[in-house]
């Protein structure tokens, strides 16, 4: 069974830096999905960014990227130039491919402090 | 286009009895998910519909239920309610059943049993 892991529970960080969250990840499967969550204190959760396995490249979605290492199942978020609004619990999940099931991570709750 | 609603949005429940929630995909949406999340649990997948097929289940007793009607709404039945069962229940809507399809969350159904 694939499983998912975030050693950080809290995080927290000065408005206008850059915090990077860990997550790692254990599977067998070749192909799969990875993402990244975010859940502010409204409790809808929001896709902030995700990475297909088979690309090398690693994703970017604005003020967000990931650092992508396959081989070593480890799945980042850098978070740069960080806003009071990015505070939230950020949530890393897996998806194998032909599946809709998303397997999450315990979370990681990340404080902006102005 | 609306998002992902769920209905009731809080509900009080006792221990032994039943409760129905429901969960309204994206318009042209046709795969629902269900997840449960509890402080410490974390998220944790319940089943997944689509075309009202239950095309996968978590491991979660028999208590716990489903089903997708023809137009993509879907509910969740929970009997005999435990105090533990106390958890935000997510509901996630995508377009197909593809794993590249992205999947939209609701704010969810904050559940209590007393």
């Known amino acids: 069974a694939q499983t998912v892991t975030q050693s950080q529970p809290e995080m927290s960080v000065q408005e206008a830096e850059t915090v990077t969250l860990s997550c790692t990840y254990d599977?067998?499967?070749?192909?799969?999905?990875l993402f990244w969550y975010k859940q502010p204190p409204s409790r809808q959760m929001i896709l902030v960014i995700r990475?297909?396995?088979?690309?090398?490249q690693n994703a970017t979605e604005n003020r967000f990227s990931v650092n992508f290492q396959k081989a070593a199942k480890s799945f980042s978020l850098k978070i740069s130039d960080s806003q009071l609004g990015d505070a939230a619990m950020y949530f890393c999940?897996?998806?194998?491919?032909?599946?809709?099931?998303?397997?999450f991570g315990q979370g990681t709750r990340l404080t902006i402090n102005p | 286009k609306a998002g992902v609603t769920q209905t009731p949005r809080y509900l009080i429940k006792t221990r032994g009895q039943q409760v129905t929630l429901s969960c309204s995909p994206i318009?042209?949406?046709?795969?629902v998910s269900w997840y449960q999340q509890t402080p410490g649990q974390g998220l944790q997948f319940l089943f997944e519909?689509?075309?009202?097929?239950?095309?996968n289940k978590g491991n979660f007793p028999g208590r716990f239920s489903g089903r997708q009607f023809s137009n993509s709404r879907s509910e969740m039945n929970v009997s005999t309610l435990e105090l533990g069962d106390s958890a935000l229940y997510l509901c996630?809507?995508?377009?197909?059943?593809?794993?590249?399809?992205?999947?939209?969350f609701g704010p969810g159904t904050r559940l209590t049993v007393l």
């Open positions: 318009s042209g949406h046709r795969s």
């Open positions: 599977t067998s499967e070749s192909d799969y999905y």
């Open positions: 519909y689509f075309s009202e097929t239950q095309r």
């Open positions: 996630a809507s995508s377009l197909a059943a593809s794993s590249t399809d992205t999947q939209y």
């Open positions: 999940a897996y998806r194998r491919v032909g599946a809709q099931k998303l397997v």
């Open positions: 990475q297909e396995a088979y690309k090398q």
